[in-house]
């Protein structure tokens, strides 16, 4: 059934928390999710004209990046989205067979291929994107939390977690269960102040967003940088010249 | 939103059939509209080819056709499956009134029971159309109040004009039909009217700040996108229409779905004869080129917040 399960107190919501101020946007767990997921519980993940000018695939996390601000004060984020198992998923509700559900004793929000009809209703309803549909199958995709990790008795225990999570080499990905007030994930929220996305709609995303520190603006001195290097590398050998390129970038 | 020919066209043929087979199941029993059984063989076929034709070309957007019948589960939470029951019961109360009317051609008052039911899941049929759409908060162009208005003005008139048209068969004069449909006509012209001025003046509530919850150090705007070839989101929910082409397909509708029909019915009320039939069929010809461009732009002007992940800056 698509309503939703029922809410008890206590009840168990994991999910992600990302530090959008010490992403590096590498894209590593973009990578690392494909990567798993592939061959997980939502396998295949298919790739459409995959060497060809217009390829395209399903990807259960992307990385945006954006631009904040102008000037000096100006900064760069990158920004991993990816399924936020939302505590009123209109994605679930709207399934008009029963496919997509959310899971009473999580939280996690997942599809059941087997009974999809493909409609697409459901990725229309989420406003975050987060939702894929294969062409090849005929039925829509999305993030799974890495159920068959998070769970996997095969694995060892500090391998119980995303992959997404797993793989993160600045540590910008944290994984636990934002029910309980005591956990690490929830300390992290409430210590930096951790964002729903469009709370405006009423989805109540389970996973959170940690913003940018302040930081004291730093005056930008390297810009004299690659001037100097052109004038000592003026007339140089061929080889010079590309390692004055390779460092100048 | 991507606009897909197979909803287009779903939805304007059965808003059609659907307020086609209202208006049957109301005028009928209650005495408005003829019994003649040839007349019900060409408006009851006409209601059910256009409903059934419509639900069967929704089934060519499913990515698994066959297993469609599933659709029909999630009442309790789905405006979809809603759509999907009451279409289905439509159809079978408007057989047992279509079987009372063209086999036994005496009207029973049971079967012009059925008629009312009929017309009355029709009209719920309508409206769970207009709330599919209207229920999708992500895309401001649909969660509004106009949405379903709109659905349901444009059925009752389509169902109008097609009535007019089929009954100047049997009846060479009518007087009241064509009025109505006049009627009809220009409501669904203000409603569609009032539905494009309130998308013009509004946005959605969602920014790219929202999205991002960034935007203390001043103004957020996309740097890079995630993939540098269009995906399923793109594809589908990326969408957009440019601003000179939009108000021209508005000014074709505006002429070909309202401006023209209304003209034509005014003809044929004051003609009659073969010449308004003429008239009307032009009506229903004109609504029906229209009515698939109004139905294109409300697709192709609609925008989902996922945009605002890909650079757009409010929805």
Redesign the interface.
Request: hydrophobic share 40%.
């Given at each position: 059934?698509?309503?939703l399960p029922t809410v008890y107190p206590g009840q168990k919501k994991l999910g992600l928390v990302i530090d959008?101020d010490i992403c590096v946007?590498c894209?590593a767990c973009?990578t690392a999710c494909k990567e798993w997921n592939t061959g997980g519980h939502m396998a295949p993940l298919p790739d459409f004209d995959p060497y060809g000018?217009?390829?395209?695939?399903?990807?259960f996390n992307?990385?945006?990046?954006?631009?904040?601000?102008?000037g000096d004060?100006?900064?760069?984020?990158h920004?991993p989205?990816s399924c936020l198992h939302c505590e009123e998923p209109?994605c679930?509700?709207?399934?008009?067979?029963?496919?997509s559900y959310k899971r009473a004793e999580d939280g996690i929000v997942l599809v059941n291929e087997a009974?999809?009809?493909?409609?697409?209703?459901c990725?229309?309803?989420?406003?975050?994107?987060a939702r894929?549909?294969?062409?090849d199958?005929?039925?829509?995709k999305k993030c799974t939390l890495c159920i068959d990790r998070i769970y996997n008795e095969n694995l060892a225990p500090e391998e119980r977690q995303p992959a997404c999570v797993m793989v993160c080499p600045t540590k910008a990905r944290f994984f636990g269960d934002l029910g309980d007030p005591n956990s690490e994930v929830s300390a992290l929220v409430a210590a930096r102040a951790g964002?729903?996305?469009?709370?405006?709609?009423?989805?109540r995303p389970v996973n959170k967003?940690l913003?940018?520190r302040?930081a004291p603006a730093m005056p930008l001195r390297l810009m004299d940088l690659p001037a100097e290097a052109d004038s000592e590398a003026g007339g140089g050998s061929a080889l010079l010249r590309w390692v004055d390129r390779l460092l100048s970038r | 939103m991507h606009p897909a020919l197979s909803i287009v066209f779903f939805t304007t043929a059965s808003g059609a059939g659907f307020g086609l087979l209202l208006l049957l199941g109301l005028g009928v029993p209650l005495g408005l509209l003829p019994v003649n059984t040839m007349f019900g063989v060409a408006a009851l076929g006409s209601a059910f080819v256009l409903a059934a034709s419509g639900l069967a070309s929704s089934a060519f957007h499913l990515g698994r056709p066959e297993r469609a019948w599933r659709a029909f589960s999630q009442w309790r939470s789905s405006w979809l499956s809603r759509e999907g029951v009451l279409s289905l019961a439509t159809f079978a109360a408007a057989a047992v009134f279509a079987i009372g009317w063209i086999f036994f051609g005496v009207f029973s008052s049971v079967s012009g029971l059925f008629g009312i039911v009929a017309a009355v899941l029709a009209a719920g049929t309508i409206y769970c159309t207009g709330m599919i759409y209207a229920s999708l908060k992500p895309i401001h162009q649909w969660h509004n109040r106009w949405v379903v208005p709109n659905y349901f003005a444009l059925g009752v008139m389509t169902g109008f004009l097609l009535l007019d048209l089929i009954l100047r068969f049997w009846v060479p004069f009518p007087l009241g039909t064509p009025i109505l449909t006049l009627i009809a006509v220009l409501a669904a012209w203000w409603t569609k009217e009032r539905y494009w001025r309130f998308i013009d003046t509004t946005s959605a509530p969602s920014t790219i700040a929202s999205a991002t919850r960034l935007g203390s150090r001043g103004r957020v705007r996309l740097l890079e996108p995630p993939h540098t070839q269009d995906n399923y989101l793109l594809q589908e929910m990326g969408y957009r229409i440019a601003r000179k082409h939009r108000v021209r397909l508005r000014a074709i509708a505006r002429i070909t779905a309202f401006a023209l029909p209304a003209i034509l019915t005014l003809v044929a009320l004051i003609a009659a004869g073969t010449t308004g039939i003429l008239a009307a069929a032009m009506a229903v010809a004109s609504a029906a080129l229209g009515l698939i461009i109004e139905r294109w732009l409300f697709f192709a002007e609609a925008k989902h917040t996922v945009t605002l992940y890909y650079g757009a800056e409010a929805v």
């Open positions: 059934m698509t309503d959008l946007g894209h973009a000018d217009e390829a395209w695939g399903v990807w992307r990385i945006h990046s954006f631009e904040e601000g102008d004060g100006a900064r760069t984020v920004f989205k209109a679930v509700t709207v399934c008009p067979t029963g496919a009974i999809c009809i493909g409609c697409k209703l990725s229309w309803a989420c406003p975050y994107g894929e549909f294969d062409a199958a005929g039925v829509m964002a729903d996305l469009m709370p405006e709609l009423g989805y967003y913003p940018p302040r | -």
